[in-house]
């Protein structure tokens, strides 16, 4: 796999090692601490706030390096508890990168929006980034969402488009620009629950690398 694996992919569940084995080969990913990670430093942006059905909660202030964007290419649902776990899986995403950036495996914006086995993966997949001194860098893409909710369950998959992501290393202050390839799309499958403070947090988190689902 020549791109680095988002939060919670179905690899996540593997160890560091195979994540390391996911990034790129190109003449920047020979060292052996490579992978995607963390860097402190450069400017930040806010990320913007949750859709308004999610606002009850005292939600944590996300914020990323600026190299680094998102596209949420998902309408509103129109159905108060669908838009919701979509506002909240948006800021899930977020907070991984954020937690890499700041070199925190136990970031609290992350456990925020992370419970149960996708919390252990989470928190699985920072320390790689940030025992390998690198991170990521570029523009996501996140499409074709399908939610259901029911009652404080809710499920959902979508894709996310890592073709213009790529793998920064802090070591020599390179990035490793492999080209695209069908793995670069992936198909995730989440689940989440409605927390007390109603907070729809990730539970679980499933994928499918290179799923003609997503392939453009």
Request: glycine share 6%; hydrophobic share 35%.
């Amino acid at each position: 796999m020549n791109r680095p694996l988002r939060l919670a992919t179905a690899a996540l569940t593997a160890s560091a090692a195979l994540l390391l084995s996911s990034c790129g080969s190109g003449d920047d990913a020979k060292d052996s601490d490579k992978i995607a990670g963390a860097e402190q430093g450069g400017e930040r942006q806010k990320s913007k706030a949750p859709s308004e059905p999610a606002r009850q909660a005292d939600r944590p202030k996300i914020e990323l390096p600026s190299d680094l964007t998102y596209a949420f290419e998902w309408k509103k649902t129109g159905d108060k508890a669908k838009d919701a776990v979509l506002a909240d899986r948006e800021q899930a995403i977020q907070t991984v990168d954020m937690a890499i950036a700041d070199k925190d495996p136990a970031e609290k914006a992350m456990r925020f929006y992370h419970q149960e086995e996708a919390a252990a993966q989470a928190q699985k997949y920072v320390e790689a980034y940030v025992k390998a001194k690198a991170r990521t860098t570029g523009a996501y893409r996140y499409y074709a969402a399908t939610v259901t909710a029911d009652g404080g369950s809710a499920a959902l998959t979508y894709c996310e488009d890592q073709s213009k992501v790529y793998d920064k290393y802090l070591k020599k202050n390179s990035i490793d620009k492999s080209p695209a390839t069908k793995n670069s799309y992936v198909l995730y499958a989440a689940e989440l629950r409605k927390n007390d403070a109603g907070v729809w947090v990730t539970t679980k988190l499933n994928a499918t690398r290179g799923s003609d689902t997503c392939q453009p």
